[in-house]
């Protein structure tokens, strides 16, 4: 047995590259307090890391039961268990775990030690998991103090090794219960995007914009210090777990982005109301792996796609492989005013939507005046929605878009 722990120690070593770690994490490894808050600006490594230290522990530690957590079980996929799961292929040690995508577990079969997720809105699975060993609560300001208490719970008696709830999270509002409220035994690392190497060039400027943007926006996701958010845009769209079966019209609305987001939302309408999908949102996707992935949709040859009208040239090679993409109005004023009077649904499932829309906020500038304009940082679904539906009912209307 012992013999065996030295293996997969010695295997670590070779395998898992500590250097692959960005520096201020390191300490974090030995780590044993209860509460790990890492939180920080945007892009500084703080899911990465969580992600690696559970790998560690999983390597070198038995018998684990570490639970994935967040406030929609569906968002887990994309985001928690797809980061250890890549973290996995990429350090080599796939030979190690057994990976089901069906339920979302991933078991190290050396160590016995297992990870399993759930999401606070599933509450009857949350209460029927036990044996749990250590958690990780990603993006924790999307959960309320009482989710956070009965997650606490989940995680008593004799382990083993020490127990600890990893937080990750931006710091959005000063007076978040994260902020206020103080657990004994708790540990907090604030990190920026000057903590991550890895940071794309792209990346770090969107950051440093933001301080030609929105005050607040830089304090929070540039500098990672507490904010508040103010002046949201949207008051958030009615979530629905199930959808009518057939609409009216479907169309869709496209934002370009490469080492930013792309966003590719299918819109149903019905009765003048509008039902949203977020097909695709993620970085790193070129033209031609978005038109794979569009023929993969099925994305119908006739349905209109309203896209970024900045980018004519992607535009124009989409219609090239058979799709009907225009360009949208530019009109971002009556755009978001439109939008406000529209009845629209997201579903639980999307992630990108459900969480843009709680922070995309007017643009305030020095002397505390609103401006007109959002500030333009996490806002791929909301401009591929303000895309389609606005520009969409300016076709209904037969006003001709592009001069819009
Ligand atoms: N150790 C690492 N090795 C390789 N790439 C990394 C590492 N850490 C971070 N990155 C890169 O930096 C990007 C940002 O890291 P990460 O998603 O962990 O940031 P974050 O702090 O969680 O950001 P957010 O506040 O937006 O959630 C990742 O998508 C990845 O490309
Ligand atoms: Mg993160």
Redesign the pocket.
Known sequence: MEKRGMMIRKDILIHFNLSSINKIYLPLIENKSRYLHIYGG???G???F?AQKILIRMMMERNHRFLLIRKVAKTVRN?QFSLIKSLIFTSGLYEYFTIKDSDLSIRNEYTKSEIISTGVDDPEKLKSIFGITSIWI??ATELEYKDFLQIDLRLRGKTRYYKQIIL???PINSFHWLNTTIQKDSFKLKTTYKNNKYIDDEYKNVLLNLKNQDENFYNIYTLGEWGTLKNIVFKPFEILEEYPETFDEIIYGFDFGYNNKTALIKIGIKDNEYYLDELIYKEHLTNSDLILLMKELKINSTDYIYCDSSEPNRIEEFRRNGFNCLPASKNIKDGIDFIKRCKIYSNPKNEGINKEVLYYSYKQDRNGNLLDEPVKFNDHCMDAIRYAIYTHSKFRNNVNVRWL
Request: no cysteine.
């Open positions: 945007a892009g500084s703080k899911s990465v969580a985001s990603e993006e990750t999270y931006n």
